[in-house]
């Protein structure tokens, strides 16, 4: 069994400003995104101006900000939340979805595809390359704050995170932060390396939602329920049931634009 090293979720305190971790992890992760994305657009020779790019990285923050947050209010709480309006907009109280985020990111990615004139699937695949940079950080932070934490368990891997009883319990963010984000990004980068699937546009799209859903799917037999939700049907967690269209979707499309023929 391992200690939880307890790290102050504050990382910088300046009395009246406060960042925390969760906070720095989102800022390096879409930082990082960006930095790719520009690398990859010159590697690719994708013509495609830094401005719009710009454009896309700041209509994806607010779709992951907007999105996220109703996700979570819609999928985990829409009882306390539909009674309590105002803690809606309390973003640093936590409550944010993936699920919800990801819907905001779709809504954004066609935005910018619209008023960029640049094909949906062209942001999509630079999308879904870097975001496992972004859910990396994230599930760091998640773990440095103590929170979404895994089930109880005996095995060596268990910690005894605060306010979570005195029984080791799986470092689920630990988990998700490997497969969701590390593992997830190394599969990205070697498809995106190989010419022939890069060329079949949305198929990187596709091969994204598929393995997070996959990988989600999985972890959740390890991380600990919602406790004001448990389990939902057949013993499925939300994370679970949220995860199962991405699966479906994922596959179903990777097939799709595996097979679609490249145009010249």
Request: with cysteine; charged share 15%; aromatic share 18%.
């Amino acid at each position: 069994m391992f200690q939880f090293l307890n790290i102050n979720p504050i990382a910088i305190d300046f009395g009246i400003i406060k960042i925390s971790w969760y906070a720095i992890s989102y800022i390096v992760g879409i930082l990082s995104s960006w930095y790719f994305i520009l690398k990859i657009i010159k590697i690719k020779n994708i013509v495609i101006s830094e401005k719009i790019i710009s454009d896309l990285i700041s209509n994806c923050i607010i779709g992951i900000i907007l999105g996220g947050r109703l996700g979570y209010v819609i999928f985990y709480n829409p009882n306390y939340y539909f009674e309590n309006l105002i803690e809606i907009f309390k973003i640093w109280n936590g409550g944010m979805s993936f699920h919800g985020g990801f819907i905001g990111i779709i809504l954004a990615v066609i935005y910018s595809s619209k008023t960029s004139k640049i094909p949906i699937t062209i942001f999509s695949d630079l999308i879904s390359i870097v975001s496992p940079i972004g859910l990396f950080f994230g599930r760091l932070a998640n773990f440095i704050n103590g929170e979404l934490y895994g089930r109880v368990t005996n095995h060596h891997f268990g910690m005894i995170f605060p306010n979570s009883g005195k029984l080791p319990r799986h470092p689920s963010q630990l988990y998700e932060a490997f497969f969701e984000g590390l593992i997830l990004f190394l599969i990205m980068v070697v498809l995106m390396n190989n010419s022939k699937i890069f060329e079949k546009k949305g198929f990187l799209t596709a091969t994204f939602i598929f393995f997070y859903g996959s990988f989600r799917f999985f972890i959740e037999y390890f991380r600990e329920p919602d406790g004001h939700l448990g389990f939902i049907y057949f013993n499925f967690s939300m994370g679970q049931i949220l995860s199962l269209p991405m699966i479906v979707c994922g596959l179903y499309f990777m097939i799709i634009f595996y097979n679609k023929k490249v145009k010249d």
